[in-house]
C-alpha cells in the first residue's frame, strides 16, 4: 500500500532538548510539507519542498529545520530554540505538476501525525 | 500574505439537517481544495476545484467555486453521524506562491 509513514505517533520531550520527527513516503510525490496543528489554529506550514536536495520555510519556521537527503524523507527537528512545540505534526506530500506557467499542487496526502509533549 | 478564512467555526446539527461551511480568500485563487479531518485522526482530501464557478457533487456533498475564484462553500445534504469531523478549506495561489494555505475548520458534530 502506497501512503505516508509518520513515527512516533507520541514523543514527549524534555524541555532544551532536540527531537527528530521521521516522515517517509513511496508515493513516488515530489513534494512533502510539515505543518503544525494546535487546536483552532487549523494547519499551519513550518517547512515544504518541492525537490530533493531543497526547501523553503513557511510561515512558522522559527525553531525548526528539516532536510531532504532523500525524494522518500523529510525528517523535521523540533530544536530547544521553538519556545511552544507541544502540538500536533502533519507530514504531506503532493504531486506538483508544471503547466500554464504555474506550478500546481494536486491533493495533499497526510500522514497519521505525531503528537508532541514537552514535559 | 494571503489569508483564507473559513466560517462558521462550528457547526452542530440534527441528524438530517443540511449543513454549509464557507471559504473566502484575500487573494483571487488558482484552485481551492477541501479536506475532512475525524476526531483524532488526519486531513484526508476530498476535492479539487479549478475553474470560475465550478460545481462538483460527492453523493450528499456539494461543492462550489466562486466566479471570482475567490470564496468557495461546501454543502452536505442530510447530515448524517458519519459526518462528524472538521472540514477545511485550502486556497492554491499561482505563480511563485504555490503552496496551500489553509483555512482554520469547520467543526461539524450531528446529534443522532
Known amino acids: 500500500d502506497g501512503g505516508i509513514t509518520q513515527s512516533p505517533k507520541y514523543l514527549f520531550r524534555k524541555e532544551g532538548q532536540n527531537v527528530t520527527l521521521s516522515c517517509e513516503q513511496n508515493?513516488?510525490?515530489?513534494?512533502m510539507y510539515w505543518y503544525r496543528q494546535d487546536p483552532g489554529q487549523g494547519l499551519r506550514l513550518i517547512y515544504y519542498?518541492?525537490?530533493?536536495?531543497?526547501?523553503q520555510k513557511g510561515d512558522i519556521a522559527e525553531g525548526y529545520s528539516v532536510s531532504r537527503e532523500k525524494k522518500e524523507s523529510f525528517p523535521l527537528t523540533v530544536t530547544s530554540a521553538q519556545k511552544n512545540p507541544t502540538a500536533f505534526y502533519l507530514c504531506?506530500?503532493?504531486?506538483?505538476?508544471?503547466?500554464?506557467?504555474?506550478?500546481?499542487?494536486?491533493?495533499?496526502?497526510f500522514g497519521s501525525g505525531t503528537r508532541l509533549t514537552v514535559v | 500574505g494571503q489569508q483564507v478564512m473559513q466560517i462558521p467555526q462550528y457547526q452542530h446539527v440534527q441528524e438530517g439537517e443540511d449543513f454549509t461551511t464557507y471559504c473566502n480568500s484575500s487573494?483571487?485563487?488558482?484552485?481551492i481544495q477541501w479536506y475532512k479531518q475525524r476526531p483524532g485522526g488526519h486531513p484526508v482530501f476530498l476535492i479539487q476545484?479549478?475553474?470560475?464557478?465550478e460545481v462538483k457533487k460527492q453523493k450528499r456533498l456539494t461543492f462550489q467555486f466562486g466566479e471570482a475564484k475567490k470564496n468557495s462553500s461546501l454543502h452536505i445534504t442530510a447530515t448524517q453521524t458519519t459526518d462528524v469531523g472538521t472540514y477545511f478549506c485550502?486556497?492554491?495561489?499561482?505563480?511563485?506562491?504555490?503552496?496551500?494555505?489553509f483555512g482554520k475548520g469547520t467543526l461539524l458534530t450531528v446529534n443522532p
Open positions: 504531506a506530500s503532493s504531486i506538483s505538476v508544471r503547466g500554464w506557467g504555474q506550478l500546481w499542487d494536486y491533493g495533499y496526502t
Open positions: 508515493l513516488n510525490h515530489d513534494a
Open positions: 519542498s518541492q525537490i530533493v536536495n531543497d526547501f
Open positions: 487573494t483571487t485563487l488558482s484552485n
Open positions: 476545484l479549478v475553474k470560475s464557478g
Open positions: 485550502a486556497g492554491l495561489s499561482g505563480g511563485s506562491n504555490y503552496k496551500l494555505t
